[in-house]
T-cell receptor
């Protein structure tokens, strides 16, 4: 069975601080995808990133960066110089590409960025 | 950019009534999904649909639920006799299938309130 754990339920930072959201996953499969989604107060799910299990390179996209470490089964997400617009719930998720790509979501981390 | 559209955005119903939530997936996609998010909780997989039949379903997806692709474009979720605990945001998603990227495209959600 697969499982995604986001231990931080809520994080509060002041604007311009860096913040890291943790994600730990469990799976027996060797081929899988990891995702991060953002859910702003309006409620939609906004895709941020997808990594496959064979690609452990870290990725940077503007103020966002992701650290994938298979050795610790973690896929952490860092926002540099946070802004108020980053306030949202962030979900980490896991899927098995060859099994119909169903997503298993973590419980989410609510990030509040204060001005 | 192609997108998944859902209607209605919000529906209020009385307990015991039937509800149909509608989704128009991306036109050349092959896999369709419904996910549910009870307020303040994580996003949970309900069902996946491929080749005109259910390919996977979770334990949440009991006999009260059904899905259908009545024509070439719509994908519907029916709840036969709604219960208070069915109140949630329901997300439709679609995927292009093998040979495509692993990204699921989500709709903006349909909020169901059962009174």
């Amino acid at each position: 069975a697969q499982k995604v754990t986001q231990a931080q339920t809520e994080i509060s930072v002041v604007e311009k601080e860096d913040v890291t959201l943790d994600c730990v996953y469990e799976t027996r499969d060797t081929t899988y995808y990891l995702f991060w989604y953002k859910q702003p107060p309006s409620g939609e799910l906004v895709f941020l990133i997808r990594r496959n299990s064979f690609d452990e390179q870290n990725e940077i996209s503007g103020r966002y960066s992701w650290n994938f470490q298979k050795s610790t089964s973690s896929f952490n997400f860092t926002i540099t110089a946070s802004q108020v617009v980053d306030s949202a719930v962030y979900f980490c998720a896991l899927s098995f590409y060859n099994a119909g790509n169903m997503l298993t979501f973590g419980g989410g981390t609510r990030l509040m960025v204060k001005p | 950019e192609p997108e998944v559209t859902q209607t209605p955005s919000h529906q209020v119903t009385q307990m015991g009534q039937e509800v149909i939530l509608r989704c128009v997936p991306i036109s050349n996609h092959l896999y369709f999904y419904w996910y549910r998010q009870i307020l303040g909780q994580k996003v949970e997989f309900l069902v996946s649909f491929y080749n005109n039949e259910i390919s996977e379903k979770s334990e949440i997806f009991d006999d009260q639920f059904s899905v259908e692709r009545p024509d070439g474009s719509n994908f519907t979720l029916k709840i036969r006799s709604t219960k208070l605990e069915d109140s949630a945001m329901y997300f439709c998603a679609s995927w292009g299938g093998q040979g495509n990227t692993g990204e699921l495209f989500f709709g903006e959600g349909s909020r169901l309130t059962v009174l």
